[in-house]
């Protein structure tokens, strides 16, 4: 008896980053939008805790109970008082360190996995509150679609989405560490004032609205200078997708991946080639959200 649980990645439309709180976290207004780029979490019953993964970034994922995959195995079990001998295996899809919550999705998807394989009988909020505690943006996924997180990013409010939005998704040759990119955001608002992250209405009615002109006029990244600070080459990749006709460009999360906006397939399928041909980057592909978050597809 096995579970596999599908998790998609995520592009954040918005990130408005506050100022270092005395903890060391930043408040955030954080616009998910969850992009169909999918991770499978495969659960099955062994005789201890053991973690594998296969795919393209394979080799750069932990594999020990660091692996958050293994860290929400250990959470559930250790709230409903199960032994987590389990097999957790990742069908990795999403770039690994790339800043679309690859870590974050296993850590949801399995967390799914073993909860129906254990039949816990948790509630959603239960779940959720698992989630929120081994990280930030393992809450959105999963719950997928479009959502607005405040506090570190882990409250949750999901937003209406009027249409589908297609994207092109350009992958670095190496990883950015999130806590590097924030570590650099602090340094650059060194002497500055940092105001309150507050999320863009027009932004918000734009994903109402489905419009993706009105989108690319209204999404930012806070975190995006100090990613570029930290990785000068992704400005070469955003010009290139900029050349090719995006609608918008921009690093998602804390890259290095990263985002370009377009009006429909077709053009979204121009890009992707021109981004190829550009050799600004590792690997290119498409996607489009709203997604679906964590799903079981095989018990
Ligand atoms: P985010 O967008 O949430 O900031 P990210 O997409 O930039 O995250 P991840 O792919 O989640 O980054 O990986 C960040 C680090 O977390 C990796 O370098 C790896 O060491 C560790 N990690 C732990 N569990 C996993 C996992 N299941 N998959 C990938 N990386 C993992």
Request: aromatic letters at 4%.
């Amino acid at each position: 008896m096995s579970v596999t649980v599908r998790v998609p990645a995520k592009v954040n439309v918005q990130l408005a980053v506050g100022a270092a709180r005395p903890d060391g976290f930043h408040d955030l207004a954080n616009v998910f939008l969850a992009v169909g780029l999918y991770d499978e979490v495969t659960v099955t019953p062994a005789d201890g805790l053991r973690v594998t993964c296969a795919g393209p970034d394979a080799g750069q994922v932990p594999l020990d109970r660091t692996n958050l995959a293994a860290r929400a195995a250990l959470a559930l079990a250790e709230r409903y008082d199960r032994s987590a001998a389990v097999h957790l295996h990742i069908a990795k899809d999403i770039p690994v360190a790339g800043g679309m919550a690859g870590g974050s999705a296993d850590g949801a998807a399995a967390l799914l996995a073993c909860d129906a394989l254990w039949g816990t009988g948790a509630s959603r909020a239960e779940l959720l509150e698992i989630c929120a505690e081994l990280g930030s943006d393992v809450p959105f996924s999963l719950v997928g679609g479009a959502a607005l997180g405040t506090g570190r990013g882990e409250k949750l409010r999901p937003l209406e989405v009027g249409g589908t939005f297609h994207w092109v998704f350009a992958m670095a040759g190496r990883g950015l560490s999130t806590p590097a990119v924030f570590r650099e955001f602090d340094r650059l608002a060194e002497g500055r004032d940092v105001p309150e992250p507050v999320a863009s209405q027009d932004l918000l009615d734009a994903l109402a609205k489905g419009d993706p002109d009105a989108l690319a006029a209204a999404v930012s990244n806070d975190l995006q200078p100090a990613a570029l600070s930290l990785f000068p080459e992704l400005a070469g990749t955003l010009a290139a997708g900029r050349a090719a006709g995006a609608l918008t460009a921009l690093v998602s999360g804390s890259g290095p991946t990263t985002a370009f906006l377009a009006r429909e397939t077709e053009s979204a399928a121009r890009i992707a080639e021109a981004l190829r041909a550009s050799g600004t980057c590792r690997t290119v592909r498409t996607a489009s959200g709203p997604a679906p978050g964590a799903t079981v597809v095989f018990a």
